[in-house]
DNA sequence: TAACTGTATTAGTTATCTTAGTACAGTTAG
DNA sequence: CTAACTGTACTAAGATAACTAATACAGTTA
């Protein structure tokens, strides 16, 4: 379903949060379909069950998933949180303009950058 | 100098080498110009000396400055690192163009914001 | 010489992350 | 009913990172 990039610096549970909830936006895992059980997934990836839970409680705070005791837990429905992480962008974008002026990058090379990369993810399946 | 800000979660250092080094790429403190001695800067932020030391061998290590024993920490010649650091924004717009891709924000709706971002930041003293 | 500079070392605290083991509560297939 | 699965809760322990603290040494300068 996912796998760990121990490269990465950032924590475990995090990663997992990033990976499970990417593959909700993307619409790989549906609404109310089930997620992989807290120990199915921690024996998958070889790390501690708690872990897992730690990342699962995470996604539920974050709204990206509901959980019901001895049924297993499910996607929910994100399409307000596609809606916030819209907004997250536009304020990413603020820091990178920002950056982009004080390394003296012009708003039209910005601009440049932005389509050449956009045609170079075009194609891409991840 | 400059100023920490708590609610960041990022480490003191951290902030401290963010913040010393876009002085530096602004033109604010100039190259060969003298840095606040290690201890004067943690009298001035309230924080322990060794905190400032480890940035100060953090921005050492990035090319910042350059250290001399018993006179000194000076601004280095940063011609380069700007580079480096132009190179480093280009690939955070990869990131930003994919997340973007994610939630469903186009490439024409994302220059639009790109466009307004910079007109917003046009007047904007810092 | 006194008062600055950077540098080094050691130690202790605090917080975060991860693992481990155990237990309880609810659901479901046989 | 029961075995095997679910989520949930708790405590403990180890590892690591960030930060503080105290102290010392080395070089510069008024």
């Known amino acids: ?13 995090e990663q997992i949060v990033d990976k499970l909830s990417e593959l ?20 998958e990836l070889s790390i501690n069950p708690n872990t897992v839970q730690r990342s699962y409680i995470e996604l539920e705070r974050m709204g990206y998933i509901y959980s019901v005791r001895g049924k297993g837990s499910f996607v929910a429905d994100i399409s307000g949180i596609k809606n916030s992480r819209s907004k997250e962008t536009e304020r990413a974008v603020e ?27 075009e194609g891409r399946r991840d």
Do not use: C, F, H, N
Request: proline share 5%; charged share 35%; aromatic share 4%.
């Open 95 to 121: 820091e990178l303009v920002k950056e982009a002026k004080l390394v003296g990058i012009s708003e039209e090379e910005l601009i440049l950058i932005i389509r050449q990369k956009y045609e170079e993810e």
């Open 1 to 13: 379903m996912i796998t760990l990039d121990y490269r990465d610096k950032r924590p475990i549970y």
């Open 24 to 43: 909700m936006v993307k619409g790989v895992l549906k609404q109310d379909s089930p997620m992989p059980s807290v120990r199915s997934l921690a024996a």
